[in-house]
């Protein structure tokens, strides 16, 4: 057997030196019929040839890959209204004694997200809301 450790066989007897590339022989460099000469692609440069584990995961596993997105943070979403008739009207949903606490949580929701869809409260909207808070009256 020879001395050159890179020649060695590894094996269970044998020490735990890795057997040499089966691509370049252990010389670390290959070369092509136009003379150029590069590292061995299956070696990596090294003479030994690599363990084969079967399955070679591929993910990216640097931290850069795991931070998020460079995207400027959503805004969060409007809680209540912003107009003028908008905040009139959800005061009045709020001072409102005839309906419980989730209806009032409901209608002022609903009074943000028409303002969102339309721009402003319109007054058929309003008259609707109105006639949800306002007591009955019997004549």
């Given at each position: 057997?020879?001395?050159?450790?890179?020649?060695?066989?590894?094996?269970?007897?044998?020490?735990?030196?890795?057997?040499?590339?089966?691509?370049?022989?252990?010389?670390?460099?290959?070369?092509?019929?136009?003379?150029?000469?590069?590292?061995?692609?299956?070696?990596?440069?090294s003479g030994k040839r690599?363990?084969?584990?079967?399955?070679?995961?591929?993910?990216?596993?640097?931290?850069?890959?795991?931070?998020?997105?460079?995207?400027?943070?959503?805004?969060?979403?409007?809680?209540?209204?912003?107009?003028?008739?908008?905040?009139?009207?959800?005061?009045?949903?709020?001072?409102?004694?005839?309906v419980t606490a989730e209806?009032?949580?409901?209608?002022?929701?609903?009074?943000?997200?028409?303002?969102?869809?339309?721009?402003?409260?319109?007054?058929?909207?309003?008259?609707?809301?109105?006639?949800?808070?306002?007591?009955?009256?019997?004549?």
């Amino acid at each position: 057997m020879n001395d050159d450790p890179t020649q060695r066989r590894s094996g269970p007897n044998q020490g735990g030196l890795a057997e040499t590339c089966g691509v370049c022989g252990g010389d670390r460099r290959i070369g092509n019929s136009f003379g150029l000469t590069t590292t061995c692609p299956s070696c990596h440069g090294s003479g030994k040839r690599l363990e084969n584990v079967g399955f070679h995961d591929v993910t990216k596993t640097k931290a850069s890959h795991h931070r998020g997105p460079n995207t400027a943070q959503v805004i969060a979403k409007v809680q209540g209204p912003t107009t003028h008739e908008g905040t009139k009207l959800a005061a009045e949903v709020q001072a409102s004694k005839s309906v419980t606490a989730e209806v009032k949580e409901r209608l002022i929701r609903e009074i943000a997200e028409h303002e969102g869809t339309h721009g402003t409260c319109t007054q058929t909207f309003i008259k609707k809301v109105l006639k949800q808070v306002r007591p009955r009256t019997t004549t």
